[in-house]
C-alpha cells in the first residue's frame, strides 16, 4: 500500500498507533530502561497517513510555537524523515525532547480534526518524537562569529534553545549552570525513563559543535554578578534561571524527617545518582511512599519510587482525575506500573515515631464544588471525613515558586509580586535594557515548550536590539 | 580546576584546606559558604568559607570529618583537585558598626566564625571570642582569633585547656559582667540551641548560623528548610544565619537526624 495514494476515507479508517512500550512489571525494575520505545518507521508512516493535510490545520493554532505540523507528518508519510526534522527544526530547538514530554492531549492534538469526528486525534507527539529521533541533518556550520558577546544564566530548555538560535547568528555565547551537569530540569527534574539524559546529551554536543561555551558551577548573581558580566564584555544577557524553588504546604509534621520535595527526591536519584552503587548521596528506600500533588513532577516522583523498591505508592490529590494536570500517559504509566490513586484527599497532618520520623498522614476527605477562576472545580473538606494511612516517606510536589538569586541579586531588575522577572510580553526584555528573561523564572512554573519558544523568542528580539545598536 | 594547593591538619578529625576557586575568592563575603563535591559520584557537602585570598585566587574551607563524604573530602591531599566547588552561597554576615559583640564557636564552627570575627573587628566593634571544644586539641585557629578580638575565653568541657565548662558558662560570666549588643554562635546545632536560649533570658539579639543538609544549595531542593518565627525558611537562600531566638532548633536537630 502506498499511503500518499489514500483517499480521506481510507485515511480516516486507520486507527491512531498505539505507542510500543516496556512491559511495566519489567519496566519498574530500572531507573533508566526508557518507556515509550518509538514508532517504527511502518508505524510512523502508517499513523502519519492519518493527518488529513487539513487546509486550515487547527493543531498549530494549538502548538504554543506554532510549529509547521502537518508539513513535517506529510514529510514522515513520504518516508523523509530528514526533512521532517529540518520542518520542526524550523520553529524547535528541541523536538526530541518536546516529543516526549508536552502535553500534546492539552495543545496541538486536542485541536485535531479527528476529535470532531469522534476520532482519536493523529498521535502528533509520537510523530514529533519520531522525526526527531530517525531524521538527521548535515553538521551545521559554524557560523562566523559576530565577536559579541552574550551570557545565558541556566541551561535549561529556555537557556539551551535561546544559546542555540543566537549561536546560529555568529553570537560568542557562553551558558553559565549553577549546578555540575548541564541541562537543567532535564536532567535533574524528568527522570531518564521518561526522557533519557542521551537525548539531551545530543543537544549539548550540538551547541558546543556552534561554538557554545558551557560553564558549570557558575551561579550568575552569586559567582559571577552582574557587573562582573559587564566588565567581562557581555552585551547581552538571558536569565533563565528557572523555578526553583519548592512549595510546600506548611501542614503539622511537614519538616519531619523523610518528607520532601520532589525536586530533592528527584535531584537525589537522577542528578546524584542516590541509590546507584558507587555513588555517595543517600536517599530513603522504604516499602510505603506516598506523593503529594496530581502534576508531571508528582507522576515522575510516584513513577521513580516504584523503580526504587517501594511496594506500595500513593498519590494523593485533593481534586479528582479530571482535574490533575499531569499529562495523561503519565498518569496511565503510574497506573500500569501499580501506582494507587488517593484522588479527593488532602493531607492535614503528618504524625512522627518516636525518632522523629513520619511514620503516617492524616488525610482529609474532599469533594469536588463550584468551578474557581481556572474553570476547574474547586475541592472542599467533607467535614469529619479524615483517614489515616502508614506512610514511610512523603514526596511533597505542590509547585514550584521563582528561584529568587537573580531577582535579589540584580539592582533596578523589575519583579512581579510572584517574584517572576517583569518581561515586555513580546520580546521578553526585562526593566534593563541589555537583560533578557525567559522560561519559568518569568512565567512561574510552565512547560519546556514554553520556556524554549521563550528563548528563541528572547534571541530573535535581543538580536533586533543588538544590531540597531551596532548600527 | 578546584586544586587543593594547602592542607594543614588541626587534629585527628579536622583539616583546613587552602582551594583554588578564583571566582569564590573574589565575591565571598563573611558568612557564605560553598558546595563541594569530592568526586563525580560524589555528595554534594555545604562547607563554610573560613577565608579567602583573592590574589592567589584560593579559599580556605575547614572541614570536620563526620560522614562519609567529609572523610573522603579529609583524606584528600595537596595535588588532588575536587571535582566541584560552587559559591559563595548564602547571604552575607549583617556586620554591625560598633557596640560589643561575643562571638560563640563550637569544635569546627570556629572556622566559619573568623571570617565574621575579622569582620567586625574591622568595622569596629569590641569583639570577645569564645571557642569551646571537648577537649584542648580541637580547639582550632586561636591565633587568627585573637588577632582579631579584644577578648578570646577558651572552655573545653574537660578542663584541659582555657576554663572547664560549656560554651553557655563563658558567656553567660560575660552577659552578667557587662552590656553585650550582639552574640553570633556557629556551632553545633544544640550548642547553638543553648547559646540562644541563655540569651533570651538576657535579652541580648543572637544570630545564628545554621548547618543544615542540602543538595544543590541554590533553594532548589528544601532539604534545608527550617521553621523560623513559625515560617519555613530556606538555610541555603534566606540563610545561614537567622535570628536564632525565632529558630525551631529542635526541629532542625531532628531533621539533622536523618
Redesign the interface.
Known amino acids: 500500500m502506498n499511503p500518499t495514494n489514500l483517499t480521506p476515507k481510507e485515511r480516516t479508517a486507520i486507527p491512531r498507533v498505539e505507542m510500543p512500550e516496556l512491559d511495566a512489571e519489567f519496566r519498574v525494575s530500572s531507573l533508566t530502561l526508557e518507556v515509550n520505545q518509538g514508532l517504527s518507521r511502518e508505524q510512523a508512516v502508517m499513523e502519519a497517513s492519518r493527518c488529513l493535510n487539513c487546509p486550515n490545520p487547527q493543531c498549530v493554532t494549538g502548538c504554543p510555537v506554532s510549529i509547521n505540523i502537518p508539513g513535517f507528518i506529510k514529510q514522515i508519510e513520504q518516508q523523509n524523515f530528514n526533512e521532517a526534522l529540518s520542518v520542526l527544526r524550523r520553529t524547535s530547538a528541541l523536538p526530541a525532547v518536546c516529543g516526549r514530554v508536552c502535553p500534546q492531549e492539552k495543545q496541538c492534538e486536542s485541536k485535531c480534526i479527528y476529535n470532531r469526528m469522534s476520532k482519536q486525534p493523529v498521535a502528533i507527539g509520537y510523530l514529533e518524537r519520531f522525526a526527531a529521533d530517525n531524521g538527521s541533518l548535515p553538521q551545521t556550520e559554524r557560523p562566523q562569529s559576530n565577536g559579541v558577546k552574550i551570557a545565558v544564566a541556566g541551561s535549561g530548555p529556555a537557556g539551551l534553545s535561546f544559546a542555540g538560535a543566537m549561536a546560529a547568528l555568529g553570537y560568542e555565547v557562553t551558558v553559565f549552570e549553577?549546578?555540575?551537569a548541564v541541562g537543567g530540569v532535564l536532567i535533574?527534574g524528568i527522570p531518564e525513563f521518561r526522557l533519557p539524559n542521551s537525548v539531551v546529551e545530543k543537544e549539548i554536543v550540538a551547541l558546543k559543535a556552534m561554538g557554545v561555551v558551557f560553564e558549570?558551577?557558575?551561579?550568575v548573581g552569586?559567582?559571577?554578578?552582574y557587573d562582573?558580566l559587564l566588565e567581562m564584555g557581555f552585551r547581552g544577557i538571558f536569565v533563565a534561571s528557572g523555578a526553583?524553588?519548592?512549595r510546600?504546604m506548611?501542614i503539622p509534621g511537614e519538616?519531619?524527617?523523610?518528607i520532601?520535595?520532589s525536586?530533592?527526591y528527584l535531584?537525589?536519584i537522577n542528578l546524584?545518582?542516590a541509590g546507584t552503587p558507587?555513588?555517595?548521596?543517600?536517599v530513603?528506600q522504604p516499602e510505603t511512599v506516598a506523593v503529594i500533588g496530581g502534576g508531571n513532577t508528582a507522576m515522575d516522583s510516584c513513577r521513580t519510587a516504584r523503580r526504587m523498591g517501594a511496594k506500595r505508592v500513593m498519590v494523593i490529590y485533593r481534586r479528582s482525575e479530571a482535574e490533575m494536570p499531569a499529562r495523561v500517559e503519565e498518569v496511565k504509566h503510574a497506573r500500569q506500573e501499580g501506582v494507587e490513586f488517593l484522588t479527593l484527599h488532602n493531607p492535614v497532618e503528618y504524625l512522627a515515631d518516636e525518632?522523629?520520623?513520619v511514620r503516617a498522614m492524616r488525610l482529609q476527605r474532599m469533594e469536588l464544588g463550584e468551578p474557581d477562576a481556572d474553570g476547574r472545580r474547586s475541592p472542599r473538606p467533607v467535614q469529619g471525613d479524615i483517614v489515616e494511612i502508614p506512610v514511610d516517606l512523603v514526596i511533597v510536589s505542590v509547585g514550584v515558586s521563582p528561584?529568587?538569586?537573580i531577582p535579589a541579586a540584580i539592582s533596578g531588575l523589575e519583579v512581579t509580586s510572584r517574584g517572576t522577572i517583569a518581561t515586555d510580553s513580546e520580546t521578553l526584555q526585562s526593566s534593563i535594557p541589555m537583560l533578557y528573561a525567559g522560561g519559568d523564572i518569568v512565567r512561574g512554573g510552565a512547560t519546556v515548550i514554553l520556556a524554549m519558544g521563550d528563548g528563541r523568542r528572547a534571541a530573535a528580539a535581543m538580536h533586533n536590539n543588538l544590531q540597531s545598536n551596532l548600527k | 580546576m578546584y586544586q587543593i594547593v594547602d592542607k594543614q591538619q588541626f587534629s585527628a578529625n579536622v583539616v583546613k584546606f587552602e582551594v583554588i576557586a578564583p571566582?569564590?575568592a573574589a565575591?565571598r563575603r563573611a558568612g557564605h559558604f560553598v558546595i563541594v563535591?569530592d568526586n563525580e559520584?560524589?555528595?554534594?557537602i555545604p562547607l563554610t568559607i573560613a577565608d579567602a585570598n583573592p590574589e592567589r585566587g584560593t579559599i580556605t574551607l575547614v572541614v570536620q570529618a563526620i560522614g562519609?563524604?567529609t572523610r573522603?573530602i579529609c583524606a584528600m591531599e595537596p595535588g588532588q583537585s575536587f571535582?566541584?566547588?560552587?559559591?559563595?552561597?548564602g547571604r552575607a554576615t549583617q556586620i554591625r558598626n560598633g557596640g560589643t559583640v561575643v562571638c560563640c564557636g563550637g569544635g569546627v564552627g570556629v572556622a566559619p566564625l573568623l571570617p565574621i570575627i575579622r569582620a567586625m573587628k574591622q568595622a569596629g566593634c569590641r569583639v570577645i571570642s569564645i571557642l569551646a571544644a571537648r577537649t584542648r586539641e580541637l580547639i582550632i585557629l586561636e591565633e587568627q582569633v585573637r588577632k582579631s578580638s579584644d577578648e578570646v575565653i577558651i572552655m573545653t568541657d574537660d578542663g584541659s585547656y582555657g576554663t572547664k565548662g560549656l560554651v553557655t558558662n563563658g558567656l553567660e560570666a560575660v552577659l552578667q559582667r557587662e552590656h553585650v549588643d550582639e552574640v553570633v554562635t556557629i556551632g553545633p546545632a544544640v550548642m547553638m540551641k543553648f547559646v540562644s536560649l541563655l540569651t533570651k533570658k538576657y535579652d541580648v539579639p543572637t544570630v545564628a548560623s545554621l548547618n543544615t543538609i542540602m543538595?544543590?544549595g541554590?533553594?532548589?531542593?528544601?532539604?534545608c528548610?527550617?521553621?523560623v518565627d513559625g515560617r519555613?525558611r530556606?538555610v541555603c537562600?534566606d540563610g545561614p544565619e537567622f535570628d536564632a531566638h525565632k529558630v525551631d532548633f529542635d526541629?532542625m536537630i531532628?531533621?539533622l537526624?536523618?
Open positions: 549553577a549546578l555540575h535533574y558549570t558551577d557558575t551561579i552569586k559567582t559571577l554578578s562582573q526553583g524553588l519548592p510546600f506548611n519538616n519531619l524527617v523523610n520532601m520535595s525536586n530533592e535531584t537525589r546524584m545518582h558507587g555513588y555517595a548521596t543517600p530513603p525518632r522523629g520520623r528561584n529568587p538569586i | 571566582r569564590i565575591s563535591i559520584k560524589g555528595e554534594r562519609y563524604s573522603a571535582a566541584d566547588v560552587v559559591g559563595p552561597l543538595v544543590d541554590t533553594g532548589m531542593c528544601g532539604a528548610r527550617v521553621s519555613n530556606f537562600i526541629e531532628n531533621r537526624r536523618q
